[in-house]
């Protein structure tokens, strides 16, 4: 009988270098002959709820869309969550399938609070999308951190803003899975060979020569 899949999931504001690093990890696993996808949340994938919502967010008037209330726009994502979590990791890690998350429901807590979102509202978002995670849980989330955003052209006053949340929320005690909070201040091949170790560690098993 085979056993379950691996999630691994890699949270951050924008500008950190989440997309690049959960790819690079995912190779990790392919190398070793695993198999493994990387899921990015809302969703890249043509011809899914996520990637609607992503075209959505990005572009509202494209969908003849002015403004978006931030607690409608944060429903979207919780409604793009949970389509993904249906409809195709819970299968694939029941098949086996490793799967790396660029993203978990950390975002939906972040970028609420961030957002102004009322408080018990946030909250019940959240129950909502944590009742869709039942019995799924993290081998690890890894908070991706920098110094500074890798586009120099960013708000710096919403991204520390979001760079802070982010902070404040791994270094709390509200987790039931391990959390690792990774500097990516170095060269993508040290921040990868990090990430691959403490994979490894968690897991169990031994690193290859």
Known sequence: MSRDGHLIAIEGANEVGK?????????????????????????????????????????????????????????????????????????????????ILDRFWWSTLVYGRVSGIDKGVLEEMIDLEQKYWDGIFPEKVFLIDREVPLNSDADRDSWDQIRNEYLNFAESDEHSYPVEIISNDASVEEVVERLRSSVDSVLGRARST
């Open 19 to 99: 997309t690049t690093l959960a790819h690079c990890l995912a190779e990790s696993f392919l190398e070793r002959g695993e198999s493994c996808r990387v899921f990015a949340f809302p969703g890249n994938d043509a011809g899914t709820l996520g990637s609607l919502v992503k075209r959505i967010h990005e572009n509202p008037p494209s969908f003849d869309v002015q403004d978006i209330e931030p607690t409608s726009l944060q429903l979207l994502h919780v409604a793009a969550h949970i389509d993904a979590i249906e409809g195709r990791i819970r299968p694939l890690l029941k098949e086996g399938t490793n799967i």
